[in-house]
């Protein structure tokens, strides 16, 4: 990454504190920040020519959301996803991506609709990748949230969605559970093409098994 501290007079500390908190997310999610590794700010700071309190910033955000403990005065280190982590992060995400569908399929346009029924051939595709299924389930209910009306919602899904793309990115429907799974896809498909938005968020809930 470039130099991104550069800044102008009057630049948003909040946007540069973004722009670190984004870089820094990115390197544990591609690994090049392991689990158990230790985050310097100086060294960031350094990195990114940036000064240490947008990187400050940037890790107590990413130690709220459990992508980091700060050890104050020391460092910062990479934890690690666990069971209790995937488990939690479903729960979550699949009441976000509920809420999501039950907002959104009722009220997107055709050309919508038709969009969000392509996500959901492509998730069907993913069914048997782990890393796939993340990925395309990730990309139908962000699609969705985004057409939610509802601007809460999507600054939620936002800010959560870095953690949950890291602890869930492995993750991926068992073996024994894909035939039903893939008809819960089938079914889902038929409640966005119908407008279902009640039907929608419980096949969203049984994705999740929730």
């Known amino acids: 990454m470039g130099n991104i501290g550069s800044t102008n007079v009057g630049e948003s500390k909040q946007l540069l504190a973004e722009e670190v908190f984004h870089h820094i997310g990115r390197q544990i999610i591609d690994g090049t920040l392991a689990a158990g590794e230790r985050i310097r700010d100086v060294d960031v700071a350094e990195e990114l020519h940036v000064s240490r309190t947008p990187v400050r ?39 976000q991506a509920g809420i999501a569908a039950r907002l959104a399929v009722p009220q997107i346009m ?80 038929d409640a966005v093409r119908s407008g279902d938005g009640d039907g929608a968020e419980r096949l969203v809930r049984e994705m999740y098994y929730l």
């Open 110 to 189: 055709l050309a919508q609709r038709e969009h969000v029924l392509a996500l959901v051939n492509a998730m069907r595709a993913a069914l048997e990748d782990g890393a796939g299924t993340s990925n395309a389930r990730w990309a139908v209910f962000s699609y969705l949230g985004e057409h939610s009306g509802n601007a809460q919602h999507r600054t939620l899904i936002d800010d959560a969605s870095m953690v949950l793309f890291r602890n869930l990115r492995d993750w991926g429907v068992p073996p024994s559970d894909r035939a039903r799974m893939a008809q819960i896809y089938v079914d889902f498909g």
């Open 57 to 95: 910033e940037a890790l107590q955000r990413l130690e709220r959301l459990g992508m980091v403990t700060m050890y104050p005065s020391r460092y910062t280190e990479v934890t690690a996803v666990t069971p209790e982590t995937i488990a939690q992060s479903l729960v979550f995400a699949g009441y």
